[in-house]
Nanobody, 127 residues
């Protein structure tokens, strides 16, 4: 599975961006998908995750209520709608897919839970 993230850019604080993650090489419709971000000098951190159907999502507290993860399995694409962006949201954003079996009622929040990674797309939020 190859993942291609796009949609990053420069935005003012309070603005919005929508990131996309297109999967190719193999259908990702059954995969748990996630978004992570990494700011310079920081470790990569969890942002959001979504199950295969889109019916189960989970967010980091820092983005809850402002970001929305969704997916369109007909397009093998996952989205991250980011509203009310803050300067501390400046980071490279990465999408990830879990190819291993998943277990019901569990959220996958760690980098180690994912098997495939995109190249990252830069989001810069100016104050």
């Amino acid at each position: 599975v190859q993942l291609q993230a796009s949609g990053g850019g420069l935005v003012q604080a309070g603005g919005s961006l929508r990131l996309s993650c297109a999967a190719s090489g193999r259908s990702s419709s059954s995969y748990v998908m996630g978004w992570f971000r990494q700011a310079p000098g920081n470790e990569r951190e969890f942002v959001a995750t979504i199950n295969w159907s889109g019916g189960r999502t989970y967010y980091a507290d820092s983005v809850k209520g402002r970001f929305t993860i969704s997916r369109d399995n007909t397009k093998n694409t996952v989205y991250l709608q980011m509203n009310s962006l803050k300067p501390e949201g400046t980071a490279a954003y990465y999408c990830a897919a879990r190819g291993r079996p998943v277990y019901s009622n569990r959220n996958y929040l760690s980098e180690n839970d994912y098997d495939y990674w995109g190249q990252g797309t830069q989001v810069t939020v100016s104050s």
